[in-house]
């Protein structure tokens, strides 16, 4: 059979998914797969990374892709997007983020970490409320109990070197790369949300207002570990809210971030509410997700691209990729089910088949929850040296619920140790 954008053979080890790409800092990638960032929930409750981070990098070490993208660590103690994120903060757990960051290397591929702050969608202790632009309320079920406190522009400032921090931390210990979160709902994407931020000081009130944050952080990042790593935004093509980040204000960061320097813009959509990453506003086999938008920002930067959502067919990588929409695929789920999707991409077998996790129930926000906990629940397979499962059906979902719903009372209490 032939593959009609490239003419190779089905099966043929011969892809445009094969070569290297050069990223702006002069860094280069072994090829165009990334493993696109998935919360492991692999720390203690402090944040420090365990053993079982370290096998399930291990694993994905050998998956084939030339990019692995970390789930989101956090730049502080404020509060936590899920229980036993890790934390990097402090020098003196720096070890077991460089033992992590040496799990993930074992066969050369490149490690960035991705950093976060949860804003208003933060697991905190019950006696604190969440920071967030505004004080207005995430309207989930769960999140809409607490109103956040709105940050005063000082204390901004603050978070936006706490980004810096870790920026630095982590090129210490050995990550080779940064990618700041700003999108999915979390801090910076709330400044960037109309909705979530109503402020009427210079973090707010214009679309220039409410891209400050993000702007800001990239500058100080990009102080923190200089022009030769690489720096990376995940950004939301639009919300998927009415009166959310809109797709042509989305454009506009873009276009601000490319100004600003950074190395790679990864795409993605949607938040807790509207969890379009997750596949939910598109039917089962409907896929990439957010290809009409890179198309778009393609024409207005020039920036390296990667697309993360439902890639999984190399044919539709190759095109991407041929066609010059994209540089990088960005590939998430199918990790946490078949560890080495990439490298079965690469060598032309048949794409293996994937267990879905549930179909949907209509309520998007649950969807989207339980994408998250049956593949969480793959990971910690891993992490204890189990196979992940070959199918994920009722008592999985419920059973993956049920541990990270208890991880979360357990961590109802966030420790304070700082250096
Ligand atoms: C278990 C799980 C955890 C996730 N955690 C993160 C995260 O920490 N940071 C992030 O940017 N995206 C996160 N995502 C979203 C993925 O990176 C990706 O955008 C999304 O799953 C769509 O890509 P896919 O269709 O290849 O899975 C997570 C997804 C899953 C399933």
């Known amino acids: 059979m032939t593959d009609s954008t490239t003419g190779d053979m089905t099966g043929s080890t011969t892809t445009v998914l094969a070569e290297p790409l050069t990223l702006p800092c002069g860094a280069v990638l072994a090829n165009r797969i990334a493993k696109a960032g998935m919360s492991e929930q692999l720390a203690t409750r402090a944040g420090i990374p365990t053993v079982g981070l370290r096998r ?20 502080n103690r404020d509060g936590l997007v899920e229980p036993r994120n890790a934390i990097l903060d402090n020098t003196r757990t720096l070890p077991a983020f460089t033992g992590w960051a040496d799990a993930a290397h074992a066969k050369g591929t490149a490690v960035w970490m991705q950093i976060n702050h949860p804003g208003r969608v933060a697991t905190v202790p019950f006696t604190r409320r969440p920071v967030a632009p505004s004080a207005t309320r995430e309207p989930v079920p769960g999140y809409n109990l607490r109103t956040p406190r709105e940050l005063t522009a000082q204390r901004i400032q603050a978070l936006i070197r706490d980004f810096a921090r870790t920026a630095e931390l982590a090129v210490a210990a050995g990550f080779d790369g940064i990618q700041i ?61 009415y009166g959310g980040l809109s797709e042509t204000e989305s454009l506009d960061v873009a276009a601000a971030l490319a100004d600003a320097g950074i190395d790679l813009l990864e795409i993605t959509g949607g938040n807790y509410a509207e969890p ?54 960005g590939i998430a789920r199918p990790m946490a089910f078949v560890p080495d999707y ?39 397979r891993i992490a204890t040296g189990h196979t992940p499962q070959t199918r994920a059906g009722l008592g999985t979902v419920l059973m993956a619920v049920g541990k990270l719903t208890t991880a979360a009372a357990g961590q109802a209490v966030l420790p304070r140790s700082r250096s």
């Open 56 to 75: 399930l990098y291990a694993t994905w070490a050998r998956s084939g892709a030339g990019l692995l993208i970390t789930g989101n660590v956090m730049i």
């Open 181 to 241: 979160h700003a999108a999915h709902g979390f801090l910076l994407s709330q400044f960037l949300s109309p909705l979530a931020n109503t402020r009427d000081d210079h973090y707010g009130r214009t679309p220039a207002g409410r891209r400050r944050a993000l702007l800001e952080t990239v500058t100080a990042v990009r102080e923190a570990v200089g022009p030769a790593v690489p720096v990376s935004v995940k950004l939301n093509s639009k919300d998927f809210q």
């Open 276 to 329: 379009a990453m997750e596949g939910v506003h598109h039917t089962r086999h409907q896929g990439p997700y957010f290809a009409d938008y890179a198309t778009k920002v393609r024409q207005r930067i020039n920036v390296p691209l990667m697309l993360t959502g439902g890639l999984r067919t190399r044919p539709t990588m190759e095109r991407l990729v041929t066609e010059g929409a994209i540089d990088l695929v």
């Open 342 to 380: 990439p490298a079965h991409i690469l060598t032309g077998e048949p794409e293996p088949l994937l267990p879905m996790a549930l179909g949907p129930t209509g309520y998007r926000p649950l969807d989207g929850y339980v994408q998250l906990a049956a593949h969480n629940h793959q990971f910690h």
